[in-house]
C-alpha cells in the first residue's frame, strides 16, 4: 500500500489515500470519493448505508414467506431514495399485501394480512 492522491468525482477535490501500489486512477478516484467529505459524496455514503440496511429488512420479511417480492422490492430501493418512486406495493397471493413507501426520513415496508370473510347464505 502506498499514500497517494485521488479526486472525488463529485467534487474533484483531491484527498490522500492509501491504496495498493499497482493501483489504477479509477480506483484510487473512488476511494477518494468514499473519504471525501464534500456533501453529494456524504449523500451517496448515506444513501448506501440505507440500502443495504433495506436489503436486509426486505429479506428478513420476504425471503421465507414470499420470495418472489424480494427482486421488486429490492428494485426499487434505489427509486424510493432519490424519488422517482413514492411507493410499490406488491399483492401477493392469500390476501398478503407488502408495500414499500418513501417517509420524511427514508422508507418503510410493510406487510398487510387482509382477510375478508365472506358468508354464503
Ligand atoms: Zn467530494
Redesign the pocket.
Given at each position: 500500500m502506498v499514500l497517494t492522491t485521488g479526486y472525488?468525482?463529485?467534487?474533484?477535490?483531491p484527498t490522500n489515500v492509501e491504496a495498493p501500489e499497482e493501483a489504477e486512477q479509477a480506483i484510487v478516484d473512488r476511494l477518494a470519493?468514499e473519504a471525501?467529505?464534500?456533501p453529494?459524496?456524504e449523500t451517496v455514503r448515506k444513501r448506501k448505508k440505507q440500502a443495504e440496511r433495506a436489503q436486509k429488512i426486505i429479506f428478513s420479511i420476504c425471503d421465507d414467506a414470499f420470495p418472489d417480492a424480494v427482486k421488486p422490492l429490492t428494485d426499487a430501493v434505489q427509486g424510493i431514495q432519490i424519488g422517482k418512486i413514492e411507493d410499490i406495493s406488491i399483492a401477493m397471493e392469500g390476501g398478503v399485501r407488502i408495500r414499500m413507501k418513501r417517509t420524511k426520513t427514508g422508507m418503510a415496508v410493510t406487510v398487510e394480512h387482509k382477510q375478508k370473510e365472506e358468508r354464503q347464505i
Amino acid at each position: 500500500m502506498v499514500l497517494t492522491t485521488g479526486y472525488c468525482k463529485y467534487c474533484g477535490n483531491p484527498t490522500n489515500v492509501e491504496a495498493p501500489e499497482e493501483a489504477e486512477q479509477a480506483i484510487v478516484d473512488r476511494l477518494a470519493t468514499e473519504a471525501c467529505g464534500c456533501p453529494m459524496a456524504e449523500t451517496v455514503r448515506k444513501r448506501k448505508k440505507q440500502a443495504e440496511r433495506a436489503q436486509k429488512i426486505i429479506f428478513s420479511i420476504c425471503d421465507d414467506a414470499f420470495p418472489d417480492a424480494v427482486k421488486p422490492l429490492t428494485d426499487a430501493v434505489q427509486g424510493i431514495q432519490i424519488g422517482k418512486i413514492e411507493d410499490i406495493s406488491i399483492a401477493m397471493e392469500g390476501g398478503v399485501r407488502i408495500r414499500m413507501k418513501r417517509t420524511k426520513t427514508g422508507m418503510a415496508v410493510t406487510v398487510e394480512h387482509k382477510q375478508k370473510e365472506e358468508r354464503q347464505i
